[in-house]
């Protein structure tokens, strides 16, 4: 793998149609999606011939004078990614690289369609759905291992190829972990990376301690939604939603009625998700692949498995915090925007 390679010139500049422009060894094909860094393109290695996805920075926000933090994020996330080893749940990088100053990335081409598709759809049964995310845990929890935390899980960024397997992808938010820490032990000031719907209390309150476990709760937040057929919050779209992520109540899935076509779980899943979105970190399963244990319990692949046990603290209905977790919540209107 070719990290920060120098590629002097694009072939044809940035304003001529995409499809005419190469970077480095690659001629670009058609956009197909854009992020908070950058644009996605469609593309094929011009001497191999293998179809690829590239992640090129948008040009509109690089500093003319200093790195500008999107810049940083951007070729963080091929850091991160060149960290990771390669594990078929993670859409894994090949190259990266500088063209007309511009960083790329590029990354395995899975053909595709997005989890968020096919919860929206109802195309698939909940088991089915279980199993998909059982697999997801199964990747974060490699992530893990490797000291890498994802920090922005949600069903958009889970690409379900032809045959229904998934693969973990953007890891623009992820951030690595010193192995003796297990924890990030930065927060991010001026704008938030992730989706709220999907983010724990203690990244929604700027807490500057947060580890894998963070990830845990994503994965419950995406459990929540395969149940009920919606996130555990109803947000609105303001600051005020990492408030209610960090103070508010998350109903019980049982309690919601099913929208979307959902089909309801039973108790036991019930218990899984709702440990998982508990507010205090240490009362969630202790890391994604337990969490992907318990659902392999409840799909009755493990019969040699106990069933899982509710933690000690766990509230379904109402608020669990810690001085220092309600103490935060100030913070969100600080450190995060939307």
Not at 232 to 245: E, K
Not at 276 to 295: G, V
């Amino acid at each position: 793998m070719t990290m920060m390679t120098e590629v002097p010139e694009l072939g044809t500049r940035s304003d001529g149609p995409a499809e005419a422009r190469r970077v480095g060894p690659y001629r670009l094909g058609r956009e197909i999606g854009r992020g908070a860094t950058g644009a996605l393109y469609e593309a094929e290695h011009v001497h191999q011939g293998r179809q690829v996805v590239i992640k090129i920075l948008d040009p509109k926000i690089i500093s003319l004078e200093k790195a500008s933090r999107k810049d940083y994020l951007f070729a963080r996330e091929a850091m991160n990614l060149a960290e990771i080893p390669r594990h078929p749940g993670i859409v894994g990088i090949l190259d990266a690289g500088l063209a007309d100053g511009l960083p790329y990335i590029v990354t395995e081409k899975v053909e595709g369609q997005p989890l968020s598709v096919s919860l929206q759809s109802r195309t698939q049964d909940l088991k089915t759905f279980v199993r998909i995310l059982r697999d997801v845990a199964l990747a974060v929890g490699h992530s893990h291992e490797h000291h890498i935390l994802h920090r922005n899980l949600k069903p958009s960024n889970v690409i379900l190829d032809a045959g229904g397997r998934p693969h973990v992808t953007d890891f623009g938010a992820a951030k690595r972990v010193a192995p003796d820490q297990h924890q990030s032990t930065t927060y991010t000031v001026g704008g938030s990376i992730g989706t709220p719907a999907y983010m724990s209390p203690e990244r929604a309150a700027g807490l500057k301690n947060v580890d894998h476990r963070t990830d845990v709760y994503s994965l419950g937040a995406m459990l929540y939604e395969m149940i009920t057929g919606r996130p555990p919050f109803n947000l609105s779209g303001s600051v005020a939603d990492l408030v209610a992520i960090v103070r508010g109540e998350i109903e019980a899935p049982s309690k919601v009625r099913p929208t979307g076509g959902a089909t309801g779980g039973d108790a036991a899943l019930e218990m899984i998700c709702m440990k998982a979105l508990s507010k205090l970190p240490a009362d969630r399963q202790s890391s994604a692949t337990e969490f992907a244990e318990a659902l392999t319990w409840w799909l009755g692949e493990d019969a040699s498995r106990k069933e899982p046990a509710l933690p000690s603290r766990m509230v379904i209905a109402g608020v669990c915090l810690t001085a220092g977790l309600a103490a935060a919540t100030a913070l969100a209107f600080f450190v995060f925007r939307g």
